[in-house]
């Protein structure tokens, strides 16, 4: 008889982690890729020899290959949550660029949310890295 895996916090933290991802990862390829551009800073486009919408959908597509990896490869489950953490911290500069100019992106329509949303970025990061390690 196959032995059953016991839910854990981790477990169960996991799963609405790559939820999270996938869900905001299709948010970024279709309903709110026009307005995630206004979150990528002028100076990124340069740095990357890109524009603002190949940006949008190239970090909506790591989204969702994050988040499904996460669930599908358990093996790999610390090194996927480093790259989850790695990328929280590499999309951070459009969150201050956001602020700092005031313009408004899906869901965050005000000065006050924009702020707010600067410190959502840490506890994401902790979260990507607690719930990928086993102890």
């Not at 600067?118 to 390690?133: H, I, S």
């Amino acid at each position: 008889m196959p032995r059953r895996r016991r839910l854990t916090l981790r477990s169960v933290s996991r799963g609405v982690l790559a939820l999270l991802l996938v869900a905001a990862g299709a948010g970024h390829l279709t309903w709110g890729r026009r307005g995630y551009r206004i979150v990528v800073p002028g100076w990124a486009t340069l740095l990357l020899h890109t524009d603002k919408d190949a940006i949008v959908v190239a970090s909506g597509a790591v989204e969702v290959v994050l988040g499904v990896a996460l669930v599908a490869l358990p093996a790999e489950r610390r090194r996927i949550g480093a790259a989850i953490a790695a990328f929280f911290i590499a999309v951070f500069p459009g969150n201050v660029h956001q602020w700092r100019t005031g313009r408004a992106a899906p869901g965050l329509n005000t000065d006050r949310s924009r702020f707010l949303r600067l410190f959502l970025q840490p506890p994401l990061v902790a979260w990507a890295w607690w719930a990928t390690r086993d102890r």
